[in-house]
């Protein structure tokens, strides 16, 4: 079975301030891709990044950007210069036909 | 515009009255699935689909069906609703599995 660890249920950040979210998971699968997912107040998932499994180099978008570390099986994601609308539920999920998700870790970004 | 139409946003049933929620995309993607968002469980996926006439179990598919008749609708339904299906529950489509998903507006479902 694959299971994902978000271990910080809640996270606070100042305004324009840096932070970052872990996420571990298990599997035994070799291929598979890894995903962060945003869920604000609306309740709209929206993508934030991808990553591929077999790439070593990390995926950024703009202010968002992960830690990839295989062997460990972690997959974390900073958010840098924070800003008022990441304000949001932020879910870590991998595998590939069959995704499985975290338990999703609240920032809230402080005015 | 590229959407993920899923209906009805809010349902309240009773228990044992069959339903369905219905899921349609415009994008021609291959890929549909279903998920199930429950507080301090994030989504856990119900099923999936890889083509038409494609589909698959994912994680916690007891009391749910689906189908996958035509690539664009995958409707998912509750033969016998139970009040532990309360919850609130996503479609989602991309072009591949491992491709970006765009998800519906969710259902936000309770069982009495």
């Known amino acids: 079975a694959q299971t994902v660890t978000q271990s910080q249920p809640e996270m606070s950040v100042q305004e324009a301030e840096t932070v970052t979210l872990s996420c571990t998971y298990d599997t035994s699968e070799n291929n598979y891709y890894l995903f962060w997912y945003k869920q604000p107040p609306s309740r709209q998932m929206i993508l934030v990044i991808r990553q591929e499994a077999y790439k070593q180099q990390n995926a950024t978008e703009n202010r968002f950007s992960v830690n990839f570390q295989k062997a460990a099986k972690s997959f974390s994601l900073k958010i840098s210069d924070s800003q008022l609308g990441d304000t949001a539920m932020y879910f870590c999920?991998?595998?590939?036909?069959?995704?499985?998700f975290g338990a999703g870790t609240t920032v809230t970004v402080r005015a | 515009e590229a959407q993920v139409t899923q209906n009805p946003r809010y349902l309240i049933t009773v228990t044992g009255k069959k339903l369905t929620v219905t899921c349609s995309q415009n994008?021609?993607?291959?890929?549909m699935s279903w998920y199930r968002q429950d507080p301090g469980l994030g989504l856990r996926q119900i099923y999936y689909?890889?083509?038409?006439?494609?589909?698959d179990k994912g994680d916690v598919p007891e009391g749910y069906k689906v189908s996958r008749k035509e690539k664009r609708n995958f409707p998912l339904i509750l033969e016998s609703p139970s009040p532990n299906q309360t919850s609130l529950y996503f479609c989602a489509s991309s072009y591949r599995a491992t491709e970006k998903l765009f998800f519906g507006s969710g259902t936000q479902l309770s069982v009495l």
């Open positions: 999920a991998f595998g590939d036909y069959k995704l499985s």
């Open positions: 689909s890889m083509n038409v006439e494609v589909t």
């Open positions: 994008m021609n993607h291959e890929y």
